[in-house]
């Protein structure tokens, strides 16, 4: 698990450093600018959250990887990452969700996210993931020459707190743990329909996935188990959307930036 080195115990202090980005989606041309890894980690959001080291908080956490990222040279690589990017901004902004408010923790291949403290987890769950897989499927349907990217999802609501090294606690290390499992990788190797798959913890199952709000469908559900070092993370995975149909969007509010709310049957 990539951890981003921490000062000062505070999650998020900007450290400037260029990184080279893809400025187009030309193949074969990688024109280089310069960016600065705090314009995507933001300081603040996590800085009240865990200003001192061994204080505990409680949030949401959720990590995607692309699937097959060390297969691709380095130009396809840089471009899926600027994809990637684009693709996440696009699936929060449909979602109603403030990306600047996240702490992003970068890994090259994906991202590890701590989401606020007032952040609907059900919602997430439920619409953030639709969003997300809407967007993957538009840009691999627009961009054929380009790599498909498609996302390996985590998500975890647990404890955590700030280290030198980067997050510490139980919710990164569950989440990466569910996301780097060989089951996880196997389902979205042989799902062909859909550009994701999405693991939950046993925990998020069970107090956000079974309350059924937003939609959610326990039944799309299925239990998997990731043993690492003797250490066993239960969890729930889902291929496809993970809200019953009926419950789906009124209107799907694609392109508009729109959050439609579900219709909640009585």
Known sequence: MMLARMDEYTIGIPRTRPVPVPTTGVRGRLDLVEHSVDQQVPAEPLRSMTAQHGELVYRLVVAVDIENYSRLDTLDQALA???????????????????????????????????????DAAWVVAEFTEQLSEALSEHIRTNPDEPAVRLRVAMHHGTLAAGHFGLAGNAP????????????????????????????SERLYEDVVASRFHGLLPTRFRPTRVSVKGVAYPGFLCVGTPRAVERALETSGVGTGTVHKIREAG
């Open 81 to 119: 990452q600027t994809r990637l990017s684009e693709i996440l901004a696009l699936a929060a902004h449909r979602t109603g969700l403030d990306r600047d408010q996240w702490y992003r923790q970068l890994r090259g291949d994906g991202e590890l996210a701590v989401l606020p403290a007032d952040t």
């Open 173 to 200: 290390v569950v989440t990466c743990r569910l996301l780097d499992s060989k089951t996880v990788r196997k389902a979205l190797a042989e799902e062909t329909a859909s550009p994701l798959v999405l693991v939950i």
